[in-house]
């Protein structure tokens, strides 16, 4: 038996072959166990065995199959619930068309790779987050990413505060040595009155 077999299940190999999983295979044979697409070759592509014989399993379902036990088998959109027959997106436990994975405050899509929230189990784009969802500072009026300082309901960043003694601004990390004093101002505990 020789290394390049030139007959695979019984039909002459004439023109391209490919070898890989220690057989060779006519170049349109060489598919996806699961999604049937033919495999470049040149592409990454996984082994996976199914019935005591390696065949080979595409990234876009090795990966997807692998991210939370999806089942690959029902590639239904979780946006507009249209079946998935080309690209999609693994997101929030679902698949979705590249178009429909969009954040659902400004409906502008989010790319696969830009980082997202969640809103109710919804995709947010970070943008969003920023603006409507983040409590906002009471000076500035910007969002709050991190600690602030809380006081009746609003929020402050650190740097946007001055201490009423000193007027030294606060720092991350001082939340033990600010007071609060006739109900308005913020000192630091150690300054004294003025």
């Not at 920023?130 to 910007?142: E, G, L, P, T, Y």
């Amino acid at each position: 038996k020789q290394w390049y077999q030139r007959r695979v299940r019984g039909k002459d190999i004439d023109k391209a072959w490919v070898i890989g999983l220690g057989n060779t295979w006519h170049s349109e044979c060489f598919t996806c166990n699961d999604c049937k697409r033919v495999i470049d070759p040149k592409e990454k592509f996984f082994k996976v065995e199914v019935d005591g014989k390696h065949v080979p399993k595409c990234v876009d379902c090795k990966v997807t199959k692998g991210v939370a036990g999806l089942d690959v088998k029902e590639k239904v959109c979780a946006g507009c619930e249209k079946e998935i027959d080309s690209a999609w997106v693994v997101a929030l436990d679902k698949h979705w068309h590249h178009g429909c994975f969009k954040c659902s405050h400004c409906d502008r899509e989010i790319d696969s790779k830009e980082k997202f929230l969640t809103n109710l189990g919804k995709p947010i784009c970070m943008g969003c987050n920023n603006d409507h969802f983040r409590s906002k500072c009471k000076v500035c009026a910007k969002p709050i990413a991190g600690t602030s300082l809380v006081y009746k309901e609003n929020s402050y960043h650190h740097g946007c505060v001055n201490c009423y003694v000193c007027d030294e601004a606060f720092v991350e990390g001082d939340h033990e040595n600010i007071r609060i004093v006739n109900g308005k101002d913020f000192k630091h505990a150690e300054c004294k009155k003025k």
